[in-house]
């Protein structure tokens, strides 16, 4: 059985480890000291690069690269941490702010240092009431010990945090609705280009960051590039493998929810598959898979097929789905599919910010949709085409082919692919929300089609066995596609 | 909605202590408007909810227009517009939790509290008539692990069933 291995949470449970006292007897510091003794900001930089570290919020991007798109010539640039964990399924943040916050404020001085940075935001969640007087407490307590402040530890650098309260809107953990509702307005997201590295919170240089991106910055510094690098799958392909362009490297704070037994999260290297990652969790609660959803309710399910696909950057996005936020959500056979959509789409037309029409709008149509379905009242249509042939009466005619079409089915991935098209992957607004909404919304349609058709024929939800309700692989456009990494070889 | 027409009964000021806080917040951000958000969090701690003349408050130790408090007010679900009760019971009801039977968890806190759950724009419908408890549904709580999950106020009660749900209520103190 798959090991966890902790790195990031390794301390977590260790009393007191909150307080500067003990996090110091736990090497607390000394990665930062470390940096700043060891290294130029640059190499900083470099070593992150090298390492292959990639964005744990939800996009994935490469930290380092998007460091590289700072400009260093324009003062003062900004560091803002995303600690909105909103993403239905994720709660891997939380642990760190309410019980090891002084990791995420180390993580932080790496990175300020690294950047040139003197002013950092903690965007946090509104809800984290505990969280956040935890951090402030340790904010606190390294401003005392001279961590923090003026002139820090006697290097000349100056460095300040602080915490910043959200107020329960789910569109602020989106890196330039983040930085709006830090500046004090509606928390809705900024047209890209200007990316946030350029022009972002106050118009200066910022870089965002999720937590968890930030506190594995100590631990690159602490014991180096090639120590993090061994972390994570290895493909025999090099294009995937470490150190080259799509690396997966270190470890994820996997959250598990939904029909596990011990639901919770677990440090495990990137890559183990979703199989695996049930086992670790305690098995399955119930008999058998029905679905899973990979990365935080935005990502395309996955079904019984699937559950070969490693859990890591390039293997999701081969399988058409993505890692996004690590929160894993597992369903039993006794789910229905239409009913977890429908829990989904009212999230989602709930927290769209309004700006754009087509999510606006298009949100709460898939919404009203899939209740409709759900209520028994999913619209059906026969239609009737022209086609010639021996008519009743015997003559050569339009003897009129019928066909049921699954009118809502239809409209749904419609309106659907018209927020965002999954498959040309291409979006009509203003941010990736649009993506988060059609995403799930097209994938369960598709993959489960027969659990809809049967809620539209028989006009209630009908929960069909995992065989029926799944579309086999060969009829699965999104499992031809995927490739399972063991045997990634002829892909060009 | 401008300055002039908003009915302002009692006039609204910081405590001692917040104006203090206040003063430590401002000096965190380059323009005032940054300190919107924690600003609010502290009026509506020290007034319950946010009023016109909080709001209006609240704008003239920023240096804005009313109707750019009201704005931000009106997006963000924490802020309340309306009166709530002593204690605000937020129940999450996203994937996890309902995979993890947070309705039976619903029905009960609404039958107990008899009453519905409340609606951004309806506080008054999820409040108890004695003004004690406000029951309203939120998204993930990023709790999942321990879902079904409520909040009363500022804390989190984890794994819970009918019968937690009647524990906790008893300790409240009235
Ligand atoms: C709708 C939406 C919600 C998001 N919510 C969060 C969130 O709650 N926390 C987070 O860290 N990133 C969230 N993100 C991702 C951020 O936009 C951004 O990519 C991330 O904070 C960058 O940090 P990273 O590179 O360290 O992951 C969200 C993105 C979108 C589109
Ligand atoms: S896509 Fe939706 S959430 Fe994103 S900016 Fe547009 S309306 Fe707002
Ligand atoms: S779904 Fe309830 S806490 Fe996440």
């Known amino acids: ?492 | 909605m401008s300055e002039e027409i908003i009915q302002i009964e009692t006039p609204f000021q910081f405590s001692e202590e917040n104006k203090r806080e206040f003063d430590e917040l401002i000096g965190r951000y380059p323009v005032k408007e940054a300190a919107m958000l924690p600003t609010l969090h502290l009026a509506q701690r020290q007034e319950g909810y946010i009023t016109p003349a909080v709001m209006k408050y609240v704008a003239e130790l920023l240096e804005l227009s009313v109707m750019k408090v009201k704005d931000v007010v009106t997006f963000y679900p924490m802020f309340f517009e309306e009166p709530v009760g002593k204690y605000v019971i937020r129940i999450c009801h996203t994937l996890p939790c309902a995979l993890r039977d947070c309705k039976v968890v619903l029905d009960h806190l609404k039958e107990k509290l008899g009453t519905d759950v409340a609606s951004e724009t309806n506080l008054a419908k999820g409040t108890t008539d004695d003004g004690k408890f406000t029951l309203m549904k939120v998204e993930c709580l990023a709790s999942c692990d321990v879902a079904p999950v409520i909040m009363v106020n500022d804390d989190l009660y984890k794994n819970l069933t009918p019968e937690k749900v009647d524990e906790i209520l008893e300790q409240l103190p009235n």
């Not at chain 1, 904010?139 to 010990?145: C, L, R």
Request: glycine share 10%; aromatic share 10%.
């Open chain 1, 1 to 492: 059985m798959v090991q966890e291995k902790r790195i990031l949470y390794e301390h977590l449970d260790v009393p007191n480890i909150n307080t500067f006292d003990v996090f110091r007897q736990h090497d607390g510091y000394t990665r930062f000291e470390k940096a700043i003794a060891e290294y130029q900001p640059e190499e900083i930089a470099d070593m992150v690069k090298e390492a292959g570290l990639k964005g744990r919020g939800g996009a994935g991007f490469s930290t380092g690269e998007k460091w590289s798109f700072v400009p260093r010539d324009i003062e003062p640039r900004y560091l803002c941490c995303n600690a909105d964990e909103s993403e239905p399924g994720t709660f891997s943040n939380r642990y760190v702010l309410e019980k090891n916050p002084h990791l995420l404020i180390e993580g932080i001085l790496i990175c300020c240092y690294a950047m040139g940075i003197e002013t950092t935001y903690i965007y946090i969640r509104g809800e984290f009431t505990l969280g956040k007087k935890m951090l402030d407490a340790a904010i606190k307590e390294a401003y005392e010990q001279g961590y923090l402040g003026e002139n820090v530890r006697d290097t000349g650098l100056n460095i300040n945090i602080y915490s910043h309260p959200g107020a329960g809107a789910y569109i602020c953990g989106e890196e330039t609705g983040l930085i709006e509702s830090l500046e004090g307005k509606r928390g809705q997201p900024r047209n890209k280009p200007p990316f946030p590295a350029v022009q972002g919170v106050f118009m200066k240089p910022t870089v965002v960051q999720n937590v968890e991106t930030l506190c594995n910055l100590p631990f690159i510094v602490g014991n180096g590039v090639e120590w993090y690098t061994q972390m994570g799958p290895t493909y025999g392909d090099a294009r995937f493998d470490p150190p080259k362009a799509d690396p997966n490297t270190g470890t994820k704070l996997y959250c598990i929810s939904g029909d596990v037994n011990e639901p919770g999260v677990y440090e495990l290297e990137l890559g183990l598959t979703c199989t695996e990652l049930i086992e670790v969790a305690g098995g399955l609660r119930g008999e058998e898979v029905k679905a899973v959803i990979p990365g935080g309710s935005s990502a395309p399910i996955l079904t019984q097929y699937e559950l070969d696909t490693r859990l890591d950057f390039t293997s999701l996005t081969l399988a058409k789905s993505m890692l996004g936020s690590g929160g894993i959500i597992v369903m039993n056979e006794t789910r229905n599919i239409v009913d977890c959509l429908l829990n989904i789409m009212k999230f989602y037309a709930h927290e769209s910010c309004g700006q754009c029409t087509p999510c606006r709008w298009g949100t709460p149509w898939v919404r009203d949709i899939v209740q409709r379905i759900a209520d028994g009242e999913g619209r059906q249509t026969t239609i009737t085409r022209p086609k010639f042939g021996i008519t009743e009466s015997g003559r050569w005619g339009d003897t009129g082919e019928t066909e049921e079409i699954y009118e809502d089915l239809d409209l749904l991935e419609n309106v659907a692919n018209n927020i965002a098209n999954v498959d040309t992957m291409t979006w009509n607004t203003i941010c990736v929300f649009g993506i988060a909404v059609s995403w799930p919304a097209v994938s369960y349609m598709r993959k489960f089609r027969p659990e809809f058709e049967a809620a539209i024929r028989e006009s209630k939800l009908v929960t069909l066995p995992v065989a029926e309700a799944t579309v086999p692989p060969e009829e699965n456009y999104a499992y031809q596609q995927r490739i399972i990494p063991k045997e990634m070889v002829d892909l060009e």
